[in-house]
């Protein structure tokens, strides 16, 4: 037995000798951790994380309770997973992939509500401003926004010009904060079966998408209200048309100018603008989603009708046309139904009506911000300025007295009506909170590079308000 004792100690001594190093590791690591990691985490551990959990449960709760059949699982402080009930007909096929739509979508709530509420401080029709401030903006980007240019970019800019000076105004012809209420109103069959009519009437802004007819056949589901039309590009193939009964009806191409559109632009006395179409790949997709993003550019608070949300859509409908072959878009409705829980906005649908929608479980504006600021916390990065201006990659200036949209071969109708009116607005006009914003921000006009990514903002500055920037760099 004796020659087993030496032994025994020089495997503990082995062993020991093989520990040491990953405990000095372990040291290091935590060394790092302390004195280099972003200070978010640990604001996150000391002041934040409890605002995010109890966001995360109010989500929860709010899905479960108005998602007509989802659940929601909380992983983290910012994942969530929204889930289908079993059972759950998938018909909707990813040709690319090969794939039917799963039955679970994992969200980051962090990540989401960072991303709409920052909409809600940003322009997104395209402007004159925006194309000069913006680096490949005029040589690159202007060529992308025009169809049929016959050439690879803009290095003929007076060729552009030409293209888009029609629906190009110098500076937002619309506030962030310029209404309190916005209708967004879809085209789904859903909506012959209420009455929302009166109801959409009643909000301040109402924006409908493509050419769904404003009648007084569909007054009492979708109401008469014509405020702006986002259209897609085959639409605007039959822009008389869409246009006809609203001579101050903003219409807004969601994806490029034609030469055919700017022909038929020329004889309506309807403003007429070019949406900024930055690309959005998260949740879901189509005009709606777009509708959303202008709506909150304007919008205090936004109301969604004739989205089809519904469990059991069999048909792919419209109001106003006859059924054809449905499909089930259950990572839209889940989407939809997150941005709703997360205070972007509220849905309306024939199911929700008729058990009448409890908006108790969503949360407050309050609650929103705190949960935001949190979520802004966990996310920055240290030793990087977070106020208003945090997420500016591109600086310019521009003078908020520029040339109006427009050319001299106009029609007559056209140039004696009243199309530049919002381009006209002036600051001065607006609500007190439209007002108030612009103030707080200084005037400075924000526009998205990436619909996908927070710090990609083109910000410019009022001509006057860069002046006086530079006039204090010099006394100082």
């Keep these: 037995m004796a020659w087993k004792q030496p032994r025994k100690k020089q495997r503990q001594q082995r062993a020991l000798l093989l520990s040491l190093p990953l405990a000095i590791a372990a040291l290091v690591s935590l060394i790092c951790l302390l004195f280099l990691a972003p200070q978010g ?7 934040d994380a409890s605002t995010l959990d109890s966001f995360q449960r109010q989500v929860q709760k709010c899905v479960e309770r108005n998602g007509l059949g989802l659940t929601a699982t909380v992983k983290d402080a910012c994942k969530i997973v929204l889930k289908y009930p079993e059972g759950t007909n998938s018909t909707w096929r990813n040709e690319q992939f090969k794939i039917y739509e799963p039955l679970e979508y994992e969200f980051d709530v962090c990540e989401t509500l960072l991303l709409w509420e920052q909409y809600r401080n940003v322009t997104t029709i395209l402007t004159r401003e925006y194309l000069d401030a913006r680096p490949d903006g005029w040589m690159d980007h202007a060529a992308k926004r025009i169809a049929q240019l016959g050439a690879a970019n803009c290095s003929n800019r007076s060729l552009c010009e030409e293209h888009l000076e029609l629906i190009l105004p ?23 079966k209420t009455e929302f009519g009166k109801e959409i009437d009643a909000h301040d802004i109402v924006i409908r998408d493509n050419e769904a007819p404003v009648t007084t056949k569909y007054a009492k589901h979708v109401g008469m209200k014509r405020s702006l039309r986002l259209m897609a590009r085959g639409v605007v193939r039959n822009l008389l048309e869409v246009a006809k009964g609203s001579d101050d009806e903003v219409l807004i191409i969601k994806s490029v100018i034609h030469r055919d559109f700017n022909a038929k632009i020329k004889l309506l006395p309807n403003p007429v603008y070019l949406f900024q179409g930055v690309v959005f790949r998260r949740g879901a997709k189509g005009t709606g989603i777009k509708s959303l993003e202008l709506a909150l550019s304007m919008c205090d608070s936004v109301d969604m009708y004739g989205f089809t949300v519904d469990p059991g859509y069999t048909e792919w409908t419209r109001y106003f046309s006859a059924p054809r072959k449905g499909h089930n878009p259950l990572q839209g409705r ?10 972007t906005m509220r849905l309306h649908s024939p199911m929700r009506e008729a058990r009448k929608q409890d908006w108790s479980v969503i949360p407050t504006r309050a609650t929103v911000n705190a949960a935001y600021y949190a979520a802004m916390g966990l996310k920055r990065k240290p030793g990087k300025d977070q106020g208003a201006f945090k997420n500016c990659k591109v600086w310019g200036s521009s003078s908020r ?3 109006l949209s427009g050319s001299k071969d106009m029609s007559e109708t056209r140039k004696n009506s009243n199309y530049a009116k919002w381009e006209k607005t002036s600051v001065n006009s607006l609500r007190s909170q439209a007002e108030h914003h612009y103030r707080a921000m200084e005037g400075v006009t924000m526009y998205k590079i990436d619909g996908n990514k ?8 009022p001509q006057q308000e860069q002046q006086r920037s530079h006039g204090k760099q010099k006394k100082s």
């Design 401 to 403: 007295n520029g040339r």
């Design 454 to 461: 927070l710090e990609d903002l083109v910000c410019i500055r």
């Design 41 to 47: 985490l640990f604001f996150l551990e000391d002041r």
């Design 170 to 192: 110098p500076k937002p012809p619309f506030w962030p904060h310029q209404s309190r209420t916005c209708a967004v109103v879809g085209n789904s069959g859903d909506l012959l």
């Design 334 to 343: 889940a989407y939809y139904q997150l941005l709703e829980c997360l205070g």
